[in-house]
């Protein structure tokens, strides 16, 4: 039984990874009507309904939930195991997937990945960007880069990033027209560009911290949008006022594009981190992955 179930287990992780038979047909290198049909196969060996489909998407029922859990450890160490033979040629190999958000990716990740890549040719990486919180083990991904207060407590952390600050940026027009916030209260009575939390679906309500006092500031205005560039494109257009990472506005404050306000609001905090299960096993691969994404206060080499 096992050894006719084993390919379409592993077809049965990716589609509840995709949550789409055409997305993961196209991963598999199958076509999505041989997929559906292995998978009605499987349906019907083991005696109950894994997926439920729809014409638009396809979601796990609660036994399919329960398999999931119970073999996606299993299939990453099979995983881990058979990149792990990349330890023994002459040369580092193996493949590491990766989940990062669009600034840590761009902020973290990518200054790195560069060298990383020319350094050692045989080793392939897959990043995935994603602002949600995913499941790095039932998503089969080995390692996933969020800000530290997002990393579950029982995942290796290791910082990727120096601290950071958040800035609350608008165009000198709509400043001009608008006044300048003294307090985060009064961002309230602004017009403020938005964001929906990709996992819960809310609203962000913006953080802000002065002398060991946080608060939390829910806005409203005319615009909402997740991509981090169209916010800050948004605010140098005059639309309002955009809450971004600092770094990603630095030169448009520095040439006077943007003028930023309540920075006495916005304190450093500690940056990315590159997280993974405990009990993940290394290959050589990702064992050089980690020392070459790994911060330091001196600037990498």
């Given at each position: 039984?096992?050894k006719?179930n084993?390919?379409?287990?592993i077809?049965?992780s990716?589609?509840?990874?995709?949550?789409?038979?055409t997305?993961a047909a196209?991963?598999?290198?199958v076509?999505p009507?041989?997929?559906s049909?292995?998978?009605?196969g499987l349906?019907?060996r083991l005696?109950?309904?894994l997926?439920?489909?729809?014409?638009?998407?396809?979601?796990?029922?609660?036994?399919?939930e329960r398999?999931?859990?119970?073999?996606?450890?299993s299939?990453s160490?099979?995983?881990?195991?058979?990149n792990?033979?990349?330890?023994l040629?002459d040369k580092?190999?193996?493949?590491i997937?990766i989940?990062?958000?669009?600034?840590?990716l761009a902020?973290?990740l990518?200054?790195?990945?560069?060298?990383?890549?020319?350094?050692?040719?045989d080793i392939?990486?897959e990043?995935?960007?994603?602002?949600?919180?995913?499941?790095i083990?039932?998503?089969?991904?080995?390692a996933?880069i969020?800000?530290?207060?997002?990393?579950?407590?029982?995942?290796?952390?290791?910082?990727?990033?120096p601290?950071?600050?958040m800035?609350?940026?608008?165009s000198?027009?709509?400043?001009?027209r608008?006044?300048?916030p003294?307090?985060p209260?009064?961002?309230?009575?602004?017009n403020?560009?938005?964001?929906?939390?990709?996992?819960?679906g809310?609203?962000?309500?913006?953080?802000?911290?002065?002398?060991?006092?946080s608060?939390?500031?829910?806005v409203?205005?005319q615009?909402?949008?997740?991509?981090l560039?169209q916010?800050?494109?948004?605010?140098?257009?005059?639309?309002?006022?955009a809450?971004?990472p600092?770094?990603?506005?630095q030169?448009?404050?520095?040439?006077g594009?943007?003028v930023?306000v309540?920075?006495?609001?916005?304190?450093?905090?500690?940056g990315?981190?590159l997280?993974?299960?405990?009990?993940?096993?290394?290959?050589?691969?990702?064992?050089?992955?980690?020392?070459?994404?790994r911060?330091?206060?001196?600037?990498?080499?």
């Open positions: 039984m096992l006719d084993v390919n379409d287990l077809s049965f990716m589609v509840a990874r995709e949550r789409s038979f997305r196209a991963q598999l290198g076509s009507s041989a997929l049909h292995a998978m009605r349906e019907e005696g109950v309904r997926l439920t489909r729809t014409t638009r998407s396809v979601s796990l029922t609660d036994a399919g398999l999931l859990s119970q073999i996606a450890p299939l160490d099979l995983e881990v195991a058979l792990g033979l990349g330890d040629r580092p190999a193996g493949s997937r989940t990062a958000g669009e600034h840590a902020f973290a990518w200054p790195a990945m560069k060298p990383f890549l020319a350094r050692y040719p392939r990486l990043i995935t960007t994603d602002d949600g919180l995913t499941d083990v039932s998503a089969r991904f080995d996933g969020r800000l530290g207060e997002q990393v579950a407590k029982d995942m290796i952390a290791v910082p990727v990033s601290p950071m600050r800035a609350v940026v608008g000198p027009a709509y400043l001009a608008t006044g300048i003294q307090t209260r009064a961002l309230q009575q602004h403020c560009i938005n964001l929906r939390l990709p996992t819960l809310g609203l962000y309500a913006w953080e802000f911290s002065q002398n060991g006092h608060i939390r500031v829910r409203d205005g615009l909402v949008i997740n991509s560039v916010r800050c494109d948004a605010a140098l257009a005059g639309l309002g006022l809450y971004v600092e770094d990603v506005v030169p448009d404050l520095d040439a594009r943007l930023r309540l920075a006495e609001w916005c304190e450093p905090f500690p990315y981190y997280y993974y299960p405990s009990r993940k096993q290394h290959t050589a691969a990702f064992s050089l992955f980690i020392d070459a994404v911060w330091h206060a001196t600037p990498r080499r």
